[in-house]
């Protein structure tokens, strides 16, 4: 019985360890929180929200790289959208903390009323493991207002170091709602391997005087 005991001991000291490594909370990124005002505010580059962070590649430190789009104004899509402000420019999303994270879908529409022209989005995460994956989503033209639609990604899209879009051409597109997954599962930390070694030895002294 006292040998049991210690081994659930032993169990529940790794878990503790191990377990904070493991996992990491859903959530949806949205930009309701930045204030507005008209029908568009800017904002710089890089901009962080929520434990993540989104630069413009092409003016990455620029007090006017984005856009917020306001509640009511000539841009409102049903949302507070976030959009490039600039041709050709390319956005980069990573973690704050620079831990992986893993996507599930993300909110899109056209920036501008009667917008005829539709738009392929490519979407390119970079992966932790090395590598890439690529999808591309179209969003239609409009007639009238904008309107935001789901877009939900391909299971590809697990365990990201970033992830990076742009819309070649006309890039004239707003985003909301990126829902990250959970859990996002890594490798434990060298600090954390080590701590659970330093404390099952520590226990090492309490089974040999058990055995005695």
Known sequence: MRTFGLRLRLTAAAAIVLVPALTAQAQTINFSGQACTGFQTYISSPFEVQGFRFTNN??????????????????????????DEYDGSTVTMTSIAGTPFSINS?????????????????????????????????????????????????????????????????PYYQFTNVAIAAPVTTTPEPSSIALLGTGLLGLVPMVRRRRV
């Open 58 to 83: 092409q003016y990455p430190a620029l007090s006017t790289a984005f856009g917020v789009t306001c509640s009511g104004g000539e841009f409102d899509a049903g949302a507070t959208g976030l959009f």
């Open 106 to 170: 993300i909110s899109l529409a056209p920036l501008y009323r009667n917008a005829g022209e539709a738009q392929n989005i490519v979407f390119t995460g970079m992966l932790n493991a090395g590598g890439t994956v690529t999808q591309t989503f179209t969003v239609p033209g409009s007639s009238g207002a904008d309107t935001f639609a789901d877009y939900t990604f391909s299971s590809a899209f697990t365990d990201l170091n970033s992830l990076e879009f742009s819309a070649p051409g006309v």
